[in-house]
């Protein structure tokens, strides 16, 4: 009997309407396109905008999208993980919100936080329970409304980040599709690096933490920019050793999209000369967190074909990293 393995079905994605320009940024803090653009390669982003619209407001959206576009009866659903940094609430769950909204009756669920790179954690994750025979169908979703966390006023953060969800379908394949391997690490060191201060336990939020806007992200671009491009790069290496993969034998590269740079550095680390093998859409979408990865697949997924070799790779905060091996199913 075959090895099971937990493939994608399938991938769908929503990003809102609004687009916030390089342009408009201008107007807002002291930054413009050049210099937006040369270091980052980000010309826009989207912005959820809405009173009381939450990340599950995105979840939703492209769920459903996923659900039918994959002809999947929703009730069949046995798993639901929301990857996110942004949850509509500390509890319950946004992955429990999403499931009732979509009809996942059936489902159980809970959100991974770990920050940029969730989105691997939670497929690595929601694929062990494909691959155990316990479940056939487990939707993971990587999303977050980083807008919610952001200091329109610190151009450090606001010109990087966008709001997005993406979601995938994992099934059962006996054809040796799908997850083949991964390599994941986390090292709580960085914290002081990339952070948001306040809004846990450690820090409730208060009168004193919001008038001295502890409630946004914080980030050492310089420190976060070394580890990334470092930590990024040897994950996606210690794959392709793990599998005797070369530059060449792999298809595309799928990575976390916070940075131009950090992007073309991983690729190149990893013996990948052909630019058309690096995907990309950072220039439209900026850092959607988790989001990017699916965002990514849902973007591209007309040129994969069955039996591709795909690395995703990823660094986030905190700092958590890694990346995944997996073989294209349809």
């Given amino acids: 009997m075959s090895k099971i393995r937990a493939s994608i079905k399938g991938v769908h994605g929503h990003v809102p309407d609004y687009v916030l320009t390089n342009a408009e940024l201008e107007t807002m803090v002291d930054t413009n396109d050049e210099w937006i653009t040369t270091r980052t390669g980000i010309k826009e982003r989207r912005i959820l ?37 942004t949850p509509d609430l500390i509890f319950p769950a946004t992955a429990n919100i999403v499931a009732t909204q979509v009809g996942a009756v059936n489902a159980f669920g809970y959100d991974i936080q770990a920050a940029c790179s969730g989105f691997l954690y939670g497929l690595t994750t929601g694929s062990q ?11 993971v979703i990587g999303a977050d409304k980083m807008s919610s966390i952001i200091d329109y006023k ?24 799908g997850l083949i391997d991964f390599w ?17 336990s450690r820090r409730p ?10 409630h ?10 070394k580890f990334a491009v470092t930590n990024m790069a ?28 950090i992007i073309d550095a991983t690729a190149k680390s990893m013996g990948i ?9 950072i220039e439209k979408y900026g850092n959607t967190t988790n989001g990017t990865i699916p965002l990514l697949l849902w973007d591209f997924e007309h040129k994969f074909k069955k039996g591709d070799n795909l690395i995703l790779a990823a660094f986030g905060g905190g700092f958590t990293w890694g990346a995944a091996y997996l073989k294209w199913a349809y």
């Fill in 49 to 85: 905008k809405g009173e009381g619209l939450g990340t599950s407001h995105m979840v939703v959206k492209a769920v459903n999208g996923l659900i039918e576009k994959t002809n999947t009866d929703p009730a069949t659903i046995e798993m639901v993980i929301c990857c996110t940094s």
């Fill in 129 to 139: 329970f494909i691959e155990s025979g316990r479940f056939k169908k487990v939707l």
């Fill in 154 to 177: 610190d151009r450090a953060t606001c010109i990087i980040f966008g709001d997005g969800a993406g979601a995938v379908l994992l099934e059962a394949n006996e054809e040796g599709n």
């Fill in 184 to 200: 994941l690490r986390s090292d709580g060191s960085g914290e002081p690096y990339l952070h948001m201060m306040a809004g846990g």
């Fill in 205 to 214: 939020a208060s009168h004193e933490t919001v008038d001295a806007k502890q």
């Fill in 216 to 225: 946004y992200v914080y980030q050492d671009g310089k420190t976060v920019f």
């Fill in 234 to 261: 040897y994950a996606a290496e210690q794959v392709m050793k793990r599998n005797n993969l070369t530059g060449d034998d792999v298809n595309y590269l799928v990575p976390h999209q916070a940075n131009k740079r």
């Fill in 273 to 281: 000369t052909d630019e058309s093998k690096v995907l990309m859409n």
